[in-house]
């Protein structure tokens, strides 16, 4: 079959339901017999609670319960029940489970009333008295008790094995970089709130909206932890407004929401508030060491990267952030270690390109800084030591063009007329800094299933329980499945967020586009294959000694490409297989040899302009030109969509972003839009993609790598640099706020 | 260890806890064209009228804060965040949502087609308040440069990151009213 969609720009096939409000999100969907939730938040750190007394909130006419730890009903009593997909090691946080404080904003009761309004206000008369215990929210206080996890978590990396002997060859370099680098605690704040709406369908069944990466992860985490069978739970999460990783894991809303649903035998919803949105899982905070030894030459001799990262006192969350030193650059001598300390806090998640724009923050700072050191260009010194194979695994590449990123990125950002010297460029009252890093993230594939049905009117079902974030996921289905059967686009309708749909994992790792756009592929070739046996096989068929590559399939027939007269109609087809439809499902895996030999990473090569009011310490980021090697690209439209994206995530981690912790109150104090900065409209201006061609047959059988994480990896290194090659002050805090700006002193 | 008596929740906490509710008060409003006769509380704010008790969820909760924009609607033609305003002070104005803006056969607004056009959105959240909110700044005439956009769009947050197209389709919407 032709591709006239796959590789072309194309509007989101969702896009009415969006700008016309059309689309429902978990907190939308409703019941005649809806109540409503509202969550009481914990006010200590640690401790348990004494007394809670929920007398008043009861008193208040509309309230139909008020859920504590001393009422909640039984669930499942092993905590391992509690464990969904994507759980690091460790026993989950139990929402009610008992009198325990683990965390600040712990939920502590749930109200459930006829009204939203009477809930929140009967929320505000249930009164909690604590007995605290010391807490300790502080990484910095904890550093000493790191250690490395005992267990790994499924699914990630631990740092490789160290390779030659990093120390003595720091010793021995005669240039030498050493410094310590630290990001800001962030939290997702995806624009819609978490939610959950479970609506009562009698007979302890349940329909379950929530925001949810996965909607089969809510699910068995529901039927594990309520001991219900499958068939009474379905979960269906067409829309997702955002999550960034918020949404892998369940949070605490759905269990809430399920237990008290179960338990009232009606539909109940529950939505967090904002500043609920910072009492659940965000990116760690990280104590970071670097140390990198160079000769004369800029040949990397030793790399050595160091990680302390902040956990819960509860499951030991871990994140690839310092494997990237390892693999990125040719050089015999490198350890990178990755350590975690326990604090007072929930445990953090899996937030957009999970550890790569932590440790290439560091990383590629520090590659910058060795870069003046040795008094060459920093694209030079990363071509300098380019690394053909993945050194940190002895893997081949599946595909690497990032040399042409670093390239094209490089030509069309204007690099050579970069005077290297800082505060070296002016314009008005702004000094003008640029600065570039490298990015990198897994490309990966998932087993995925999908299921494609073509019905008698000529249109084609595709299906599989994935969800679209926002991402594009149903538009690149819509593209994939169009082309497979020669359809247009307004013929395919996908399917996705519903557990009922043909099993798939979250909807995460950049391998969405990868793992369920060839199980679509697969399932609709299959359809493609039963059409075409039924139509050679008719009676007197026309097509009889055809080849299935020689007919195609248009205006409901099945032609020959030669001669359009001879076809087969598209009824006459299933009539001939004596079928109504044609239906097949489908699972795509990735090929485990290719995993052995080789490692698939996307690669890209990101330039900043900054320019600072060094009065004022304001850096606006004004120009960002960001060259993606990611194979090849399905939609360029909504592709170059989810790179900008990623960009303006890291120009918030570089600029804006940072849950204030209160370390007295072991609390984050910002917990709202207002106080926590995310980039505005004003603060973005020109973002510039650039997809690098490049030719994979190994990440999946479609060539694609996936998106969604790059665009963020290297965006705040590359700022940082560029604030350094505008002021001369290097911030290896983020983000890079007007007081560091000020108070930083100029490098000599 | 020490004993600590919280309140549940920081900020209200009323000396004596009253389970008397406040009554209900009419209320004449205009949502999309349609004249509504309603009783609401008067702690119910126009988002949550919107949403909860006519169920026109095109209007999203972001933040209840009015940090977020996602609540953005028209009111007699202004946009304003409708979580910060109580019901029953707009009393006999006309209000515009998300779902008021298409034409009744169907037809989108220039504003909804140039986002489709500009890809000015990926999860959908914050569209619905963007789009009332370039409306409403189309409207006012004071932006004219991608700055004035920017600048006055700077009250709806996008956690997508879709701002460059936010600008590029509510520019390319403002030259066309330029041009007719």
Same mark, same amino acid.
């Given at each position: 079959m032709h591709e006239t969609h796959f590789g072309s720009p194309r509007n989101r096939v969702d896009g009415r339901l969006k700008v016309t409000g059309a689309a429902p999100y978990a907190g939308e969907f409703t019941a005649p017999d809806l109540a409503h939730g509202y969550v009481v938040s914990g006010a200590i750190a640690k401790g348990r609670i004494k007394s809670i007394d929920t007398k008043a909130a009861l008193a208040v006419?509309?309230?139909v319960q008020v859920f504590t730890h001393e009422n909640r009903p039984r669930t499942?009593?092993?905590?391992?029940?509690?464990? !969904?997909?994507v759980a690091p090691p460790g026993k989950p946080f139990r929402a009610l489970y008992d009198e325990r404080i683990v965390y600040s904003g712990q939920p502590v009761a749930l109200v459930v009333a006829e009204d939203f309004e009477i809930a929140r206000y009967a929320a505000s008369l249930v009164q909690v008295t604590y007995e605290a215990e010391p807490h300790e929210t502080d990484l910095e206080k904890v550093r000493g008790k790191a250690y490395v996890p005992p267990v790994k978590r499924q699914g990630i990396s631990p740092p490789p094995k160290p390779r030659g002997d990093s120390e003595a060859a720091f010793g021995n370099s005669p240039v030498k970089m050493e410094a310590g680098y630290r990001i800001a605690i962030e939290h997702?704040?995806?624009?819609?709130?978490h939610a959950t709406t479970v609506v009562w369908e009698g007979d302890e069944r349940i329909t379950v909206h929530d925001k949810i990466q996965g909607a089969q992860n809510s699910q068995s985490y529901i039927t594990s932890v309520f001991g219900l069978p499958n068939s009474d739970v379905r979960v269906i999460s067409p829309f997702v407004g955002g999550a960034f990783g918020s949404g892998l894991r369940p949070q605490y809303q759905l269990f809430l929401a399920v237990m008290a649903a179960l338990e009232l035998k009606r539909s109940v919803r529950v939505v967090l508030t904002r500043d609920q949105m910072f009492t659940m899982g965000y990116r760690p905070d990280g104590l970071q060491e670097v140390a990198l030894g160079a000769n004369q030459d800029a040949s990397l001799q030793s790399i050595r990267h160091d990680l302390i990262a902040n956990t819960s006192t509860f499951e030991d969350y871990q994140e690839a952030t310092v494997n990237w030193s390892a693999m990125l650059y040719h050089c015999d001598n490198v350890t990178t270690t990755h350590k975690l300390a326990t604090t007072d806090l929930y445990t953090p998640a899996d937030m957009r390109a999970p550890g790569a724009p932590t440790g290439l923050f560091a990383m590629e700072s520090a590659m910058d800084e060795l870069a003046y050191k040795l008094g060459v260009d920093p694209v030079a010194l990363r071509l300098r030591n380019y690394a053909d194979i993945d050194e940190s695994t002895n893997k081949y590449h599946t595909s690497k063009e990032l040399r042409a990123a670093y390239q094209l990125g490089a030509e069309r950002f204007g690099w050579s007329k970069r005077n290297p010297k800082p505060r070296s460029m002016k314009e008005g009252r702004e000094l003008i800094g640029w600065g570039m890093a490298t990015g990198a993230w897994e490309a990966q594939m998932a087993q995925t299933s999908a299921r494609a049905t073509l019905t008698a009117d000529g249109r084609l079902e595709v299906a599989t329980a994935s969800a679209d974030i926002g991402t594009g996921t149903y538009t690149i289905l819509t593209q994939i499945a169009a082309d497979a059967l020669g359809l247009p686009m307004e013929r395919v309708t996908t399917k996705l967020g519903d557990s009922s749909l043909p099993k798939s994992p979250v909807e995460g790792g950049s391998w969405t586009a990868a793992s369920a756009g060839s199980a679509v592929e697969l399932a609709c070739h299959k359809v493609w294959e039963t059409l075409f046996k039924y139509a050679r096989g008719m009676d007197g068929s026309p097509l009889a000694n055809a080849d299935i590559d020689r007919v195609t399939f248009h205006d409901e027939r099945i032609a020959l490409?030669? !001669?359009?007269?001879?076809y087969v109609t598209l009824n006459d087809a299933l009539k001939a297989g004596g079928v109504e439809k044609i239906e097949a499902e489908e699972t795509a895996a990735p090929s485990k040899l290719t995993q052995m030999r080789y490692n698939s990473f996307t690669h890209s090569a990101i330039f900043a302009e900054v320019r600072v009011d060094e009065e004022l310490g304001q850096v606006r980021v004004t120009r960002i030109v960001d060259a993606v090697a990611a194979g090849r690209i399905i939609n360029p439209k909504t592709a170059r969509s989810q790179i900008i994206g990623g960009v303006v995530f890291g120009i918030g981690m570089a600029m804006h972003e940072e849950s204030m912790a209160d370390h007295n109150l072991g609390r984050f104090m910002n917990h709202n839009l207002a106080e926590y900065h995310v980039p505005a409209n004003a603060d973005i201006h020109g973002i510039e993609v650039i997809f690098v061609e490049e030719h994979d047959t190994l990440t999946s059988p479609l060539g694609v790598k996936g998106l969604g994480e790059i665009g963020i990896v290297g965006t705040a290194a590359a700022i940082a640099n560029a604030v350094f090659h505008a002021t001369g002050k290097r911030i290896r805090?983020?983000?890079?706020t007007i007081d560091k700006v000020i108070g930083t002193p100029e490098a000599v | 260890m020490a004993d600590l008596d919280l309140p549940a929740r920081q900020g209200f906490t009323p000396d004596a806890p009253s389970a008397a509710l406040p009554g209900e008060i009419p209320l004449t409003l205009t949502i999309n064209g349609e004249r509504r006769e309603l009783h609401v509380r008067p702690w119910t704010t126009l988002l949550d009228l919107l949403r909860e008790d006519l169920h026109l969820y095109g209007t999203k909760k972001g933040c209840d804060h009015g940090q977020c924009g996602a609540c953005t609607v028209l009111v007699d033609g202004q946009r304003i965040n409708s979580c910060l305003a109580l019901a029953v002070s707009k009393d006999g104005c006309e209000v515009t949502t998300v779902e008021g803006l298409?034409?009744?056969?169907?037809?989108?607004h220039p504003m909804q087609e140039a986002f489709i056009e500009h890809d000015a959105f990926q999860c959908g959240y914050c569209t619905p308040g963007q789009i009332c909110s370039a409306v409403g700044l189309v409207q006012e005439g004071h932006a004219r440069t991608p700055d004035e956009i920017r600048e006055q769009m700077s009250g709806n947050i996008c956690r997508c990151g879709a701002y460059t197209n936010i600008v590029d389709a509510i520019e390319d919407v403002l030259a066309k009213e330029t041009a007719k």
């Open positions: 006419p509309g309230v499942a009593f092993r905590s391992n029940a509690y464990q !969904d997909e997702h704040n995806p624009m819609e709130p490409v030669s !001669d359009p007269s001879r805090e983020l983000p890079i | 298409a034409a009744p056969d169907g037809a989108l």
